[in-house]
């Protein structure tokens, strides 16, 4: 059966690992493995440990950095040390961040941690076991959170 890592953070307003477990046990039967980080630049070392000490076949990263410009660098940075682990270990990592400053209000902050998670754990699903599926959606302008761009 395949494992399923997930590392959110508690730096985090919503509660984004709960979010991704729920979407992906509707879904499918797998084992999860959850950890629980301070901030986004410890998700690249948490999902490494996933795979690599608890053998999770994928991760998702959760996180949600702050609005400040500061905050955009440690994302960048916490991006980079998330590619680093995919390469590190073959194994794909699905970051899923959202910026505190992408809603417009709380409600719509709230709304768009939860979809993005959702729709990114549908797209761990997808992944694992009906990566055709992908491949039909390629060039189609998938955006996971607010409404797809749709094709050219």
Same mark, same amino acid.
């Given at each position: 059966?395949?494992?399923?890592?997930?590392?959110?953070?508690?730096?985090?307003?919503?509660?984004?690992?709960? %979010? =991704?477990?729920?979407? /992906?046990?509707?879904?499918?039967?797998?084992?999860?493995?959850?950890?629980?980080? *301070? !901030?986004? $630049?410890?998700?690249?070392? %948490? =999902?490494?440990?996933? /795979?690599?000490?608890?053998?999770?076949?994928?991760?998702?990263?959760?996180?949600? *950095? !702050?609005? $400040?410009?500061?905050?955009?660098?440690?994302?960048?940075?916490?991006?980079?040390?998330?590619?680093?682990?995919?390469?590190?270990?073959?194994?794909?990592?699905?970051?899923?961040?959202?910026?505190?400053?992408?809603?417009?209000?709380?409600?719509?902050?709230?709304?768009?941690?939860?979809?993005?998670?959702?729709?990114?754990?549908?797209?761990?699903?997808?992944?694992?076991?009906?990566?055709?599926?992908?491949?039909?959606?390629?060039?189609?302008?998938?955006?996971?959170?607010?409404?797809?761009?749709?094709?050219?």
């Amino acid at each position: 059966m395949p494992t399923i890592g997930i590392a959110d953070t508690t730096f985090a307003r919503y509660n984004m690992g709960r %979010a =991704a477990i729920d979407e /992906i046990q509707k879904n499918v039967s797998v084992k999860i493995k959850r950890v629980t980080v *301070p !901030g986004i $630049k410890d998700l690249p070392v %948490a =999902a490494k440990k996933l /795979i690599e000490e608890e053998g999770c076949d994928i991760v998702m990263a959760l996180g949600m *950095p !702050g609005a $400040k410009e500061q905050d955009k660098i440690c994302a960048h940075e916490a991006s980079q040390g998330i590619i680093m682990a995919q390469l590190m270990t073959n194994t794909h990592i699905i970051e899923v961040f959202v910026h505190e400053n992408e809603g417009k209000d709380e409600k719509e902050l709230a709304f768009l941690m939860d979809r993005r998670t959702r729709e990114h754990a549908l797209n761990v699903i997808k992944l694992l076991f009906k990566p055709e599926k992908l491949i039909r959606e390629a060039g189609t302008g998938q955006r996971q959170g607010f409404e797809d761009a749709g094709p050219l």
